[in-house]
């Protein structure tokens, strides 16, 4: 198994850009696919926006990344401790003119896994793609 983190000073705007950055080098190391890496990224970008938009929006924070590279698939997990997203009925699909809502069902649809945490003071969304195209197997060698 190999594992990375990323640790997002200040909760800017401009921590999407390093997000994704980070999210698709670390995925070309453990040997995931482009197109795959590339998923998941626009998911751990959505996670990062939710992170900024509605955790700290009354305050600045952190956001932590951390990637599992795991035999059978990659999971990412992005962390703050801001106050969280508030209380609302969930749309699936929302309105087609929204402006907004569409992260979860982002999220959903470019893992093969979505699951949310909240403990100690922290929110955690666990994003999971399975390795469907394999490159390189994680140890270096040929699939």
């Not at 980070?22 to 751990?44: K, P």
């Not at 003119?97 to 945490?117: F, K, N, P, T, Y």
């Not at 469907?132 to 040929?142: A, I, V």
């Amino acid at each position: 198994m190999q594992h990375e983190e990323l640790v997002l000073l200040g909760a800017q705007a401009d921590i999407a850009l390093e997000a994704l950055r980070w999210t698709e080098d670390a995925c070309h190391r453990c040997g995931l696919d482009a197109a795959l890496a590339g998923e998941l990224a626009a998911a751990v970008i959505e996670a990062v926006n939710n992170a900024l938009e509605h955790g700290y929006r009354l305050a600045p924070g952190n956001v932590i990344l951390a990637l599992d590279s795991l035999s059978d698939r990659v999971v990412v997990t992005v962390t703050d401790s801001g106050t969280g997203m508030p209380a609302a009925p969930r749309r699936e699909p929302p309105e087609p003119l929204a402006e907004r809502g569409r992260g979860s069902l982002i999220m959903q649809r470019a893992c093969d896994e979505v699951h949310h945490d909240i403990r100690d003071g922290f929110q955690s969304v666990v994003l999971t793609k399975l390795r469907r195209g394999l490159t390189t197997r994680p140890d270096g060698g040929k699939p």
